[in-house]
């Protein structure tokens, strides 16, 4: 089942939270610090409380476990000299519960934040994917993504 985010949902959001930051510091320990999350319980029951973004969780079939979550917020690049004026549905994050990885629920997590931009009238979805997770970046190539963008450093 996906459906939006609720309070009760929060224990499980924190859990995936964790993971995904935990995958990030071990691609990246100079950068992401663990155990981590990028959101406090008190942020996500603020978030879940004003309701601007768009939080989606796939939970079990008794809708009592949260094997995936799907944070989205929707961008408009309005008045900017250079960019059009299109709505972008971004996805923060999107992450399965290891435990159930390799199953199909991130494509599905993945389907319905593509339905869902369409339903809002997005031009396009976006992400940023970090290199040091090439799970996550053949996963969203499998889901049709093509790079937009490349982000690059030099560590001084």
């Known amino acids: 089942m996906i459906r939006p985010a609720e309070k009760r949902d929060i224990p499980g959001l924190l859990s995936l939270l964790r993971q995904v930051a935990q995958v990030h510091h071990d691609g990246r320990p100079d950068l992401f610090k663990s155990p981590a999350t990028k959101f406090s319980a008190e942020d996500l029951e603020a ?9 989606f969780v796939l ?13 989205c917020e929707i961008l408009r690049k309005e008045g900017n000299r250079v960019l059009t004026d299109i709505r972008t549905l971004y996805i923060h994050d999107l992450v399965v519960d290891e435990s159930v990885r390799g199953q199909g629920l991130g494509g599905r997590l993945y389907d319905h934040a593509v339905a869902y931009a369409r339903e809002q009238g997005c031009y396009n979805l976006t992400l940023n994917v970090w290199t040091c997770n090439p799970a996550a970046m053949r996963f969203y190539e499998k889901c049709g993504m093509k790079p937009q963008k490349i982000g690059m450093e030099t560590i001084l």
Not at 47 to 55: A, S
Not at 59 to 71: I, P, Y
């Open 47 to 55: 978030m879940l409380d004003e309701g601007r973004l768009p939080i």
């Open 59 to 71: 939970t079990d079939e008794a809708d009592e476990r949260v094997l995936g979550h799907c944070f």
